[in-house]
Every structure is written in structure tokens, then in C-alpha cells.
């Protein structure tokens, strides 16, 4: 069984002014299409070190996945894209820029979108967008490539499916 960890950045929904939609929606598709539990589920501000302590201490506790929503646009405060670089020690180029190319075929506002990915140690963290349209739309494309890119990583083969190696 797969440990994923799902954490919203937003000030507001970290001060309880703002409903978190992006989390809960992307912990149920998660948990739905892949039967994987959702070990870890948090609402933290818009604060570097907070991002990035809490990534640290998520990648620690041995989590395979970590999925972020919010903080990846242009906006002063939007530092997501930048606390997860400082955490991960490889990058994954081409999960962001699929998500972004899909996104583009539904918004122009997908240009805007710094969002990133990388590898620290064996867990996977992924930039997802805050908004709960737009999650869904990411996790659509990125879900049926996180089973090989998951047994790649941990060198635990959980599928049980021959993956061609890219």
C-alpha cells in the first residue's frame, strides 16, 4: 500500500477563512482511482519555511507521494514552486510540464502556472494547482503514471504490470 501525503497551501484556508475544496477533492480522487489510503492531509499558509519544513518532515516520515495544491501562480505570496525546490534533490520535469500542456488545452491561464515536481529520497512530490477544477483535470493526466512512477522510485513493484522503462 502506497503512504501519500496531500497538502493545500493557502493562507486563508490555513486561518479558517476559506474552505478547503483542492485537498479533500484530490485526497477522494486519489483514494477512488487507486485504492491508495491518504496517510497525511494538512492546510498550511503561504510561508516558505512552513512549506518547507513540512515537505522535509512528510519525505521523513517515509511517504511515497506528496501532492501540494495552491501557491503556484504569479501572486507575491504564491512561493510553493520555490519551497519544493529547495527540498527536492532531483528534478521531474516532465509530470509539470504534462499537467501544464493539459491544462492549456482548457485555459490560457495554465502559462501562469510555476508549479513543479521533483524526487527527495523515495517520495514524489508533485505542484498541483489550487483550484478543485483544475486538480481534477491535473490528476487525470498524472494518476495513471504513478503506479510505474512509484515502483521505479521505491523499488517496491506494486502493479504487478511489466512497465517499459522510458
Known amino acids: 500500500m502506497r503512504r501519500i501525503g496531500i497538502l493545500t497551501i493557502s493562507d486563508r484556508g490555513s486561518q479558517g ?21 491518504i496517510e497525511r492531509r494538512d492546510v498550511i499558509p ?3 519555511d512552513v512549506i ?3 515537505l522535509l518532515h512528510w519525505c521523513a516520515a517515509g511517504l511515497d507521494l506528496i501532492l501540494t495544491s495552491g501557491g503556484t ?4 505570496r504564491d512561493v510553493t514552486p520555490e519551497a519544493t525546490r529547495a527540498v527536492i534533490e532531483r528534478d521531474a ?17 495554465a502559462m501562469l502556472s510555476r508549479a513543479v515536481a521533483g524526487i527527495r529520497g523515495q517520495t ?26 512509484l515502483d521505479l ?5 506494486e ?6 522503462d522510458v
Open 52 to 54: 518547507t519544513q513540512t
Open 93 to 109: 520535469p516532465g509530470i509539470a510540464e504534462a499537467l501544464r500542456a493539459a491544462s492549456l488545452r482548457v485555459t490560457q491561464h
Open 17 to 37: 477563512a476559506y474552505e478547503d475544496k483542492s485537498g479533500p477533492l484530490a485526497a477522494e480522487i486519489v483514494a477512488e482511482r487507486t485504492g491508495w489510503a
Open 124 to 149: 514524489l512530490i508533485v505542484n498541483l494547482p489550487g483550484n478543485p477544477k483544475a486538480v481534477g483535470e491535473n490528476l487525470a493526466v498524472l494518476l495513471p503514471i504513478l503506479p510505474h512512477a
Open 46 to 48: 503561504d510561508e516558505f
Open 153 to 157: 522510485l521505491t523499488g517496491h513493484p
Open 159 to 164: 502493479s504487478g504490470q511489466e512497465h517499459r
Open 73 to 76: 501562480g504569479f501572486a507575491p
